[in-house]
């Protein structure tokens, strides 16, 4: 079966760095998102990788191993508004989406 | 100038009945989806559709469809409602199938 693989939450301190693992396994792969969702809301788009290695974009970086099936999240200078559920997904060989339960990051003073 | 917008936001309603939510998309995205969140918070697609094709999650049950009077709209009905029904129920769309989704702001679904 596929399966993506999150913590379940994390609680980190305002103006740190926090990491949020990833594992997964699917039928084929092509490329990995990683989203955040905040309570009510829709998920936003925040990466994608699809070859090895680190992507960043601001405050925000994600890394890829596919030869491991790991992925992380890297969010530097915390912020409060950062607090939100982070989702990775996977696109199988299909093109469909398969998706991590999330992982809710508490972020505290 | 919602990029993707779902109506209603909140739906109530008696087991049994049938209801449909409207999708719309106004970025000229060739591909729609339907996810369902459950109270895990898992995200799962329901269908994708692009306009030539629609493929459909097996796992959901035929009393739920979507329909696409055009390119910019998908729209679920739901027939004979049930219990575990209830849900949020998320439209999205993406330029192509290997591009990122862009998400509506969710229906959510409460059967009593």
């Known amino acids: 079966g596929q399966n993506i693989d999150q913590p379940t939450e994390m609680t980190a301190t305002e103006g740190a760095i926090v990491q949020i693992n990833c594992t997964y396994q699917t039928s084929g792969f092509n490329g990995l998102f990683w989203y955040q969702q905040h309570a009510g809301e829709a998920p936003t788009f925040l990466s994608y990788?699809?070859l090895d290695g680190l992507e960043e974009k601001g405050r925000f970086s994600s890394f890829l191993s596919r030869s491991k099936g790991y992925s992380y999240l890297l969010l530097k200078e915390l912020q409060m508004k950062d607090s939100a559920s982070y989702l990775c997904a996977v696109r199988d060989s299909n093109y469909q989406l398969i998706w991590g339960a999330g992982t809710k990051l508490i972020i505290k003073p | 100038d919602t990029a993707v917008s779902q109506t209603p936001k909140y739906l109530v309603t008696q087991m049994g009945n049938d209801k449909s939510i409207k999708c719309e998309q106004n970025?000229?995205?060739?591909?729609m989806y339907w996810y369902k969140q459950d109270s895990k918070k898992f995200l799962k697609i329901m269908f994708s559709y692009n306009n030539k094709e629609l493929i459909i999650n097996e796992t959901v049950p035929n009393r739920f469809s979507p329909k696409s009077p055009d390119k910019a709209h998908l729209n679920l009905h739901i027939n004979s409602l049930e219990l575990g029904d209830s849900a949020v129920y998320f439209c999205?769309?993406?330029?192509?199938?290997?591009?990122?989704?862009?998400f509506g702001q969710g229906t959510r679904l409460t059967v009593v």
């Open positions: 990788n699809v």
């Open positions: 970025l000229g995205h060739d591909t």
């Open positions: 999205a769309s993406s330029p192509t199938e290997n591009t990122e989704a862009f």
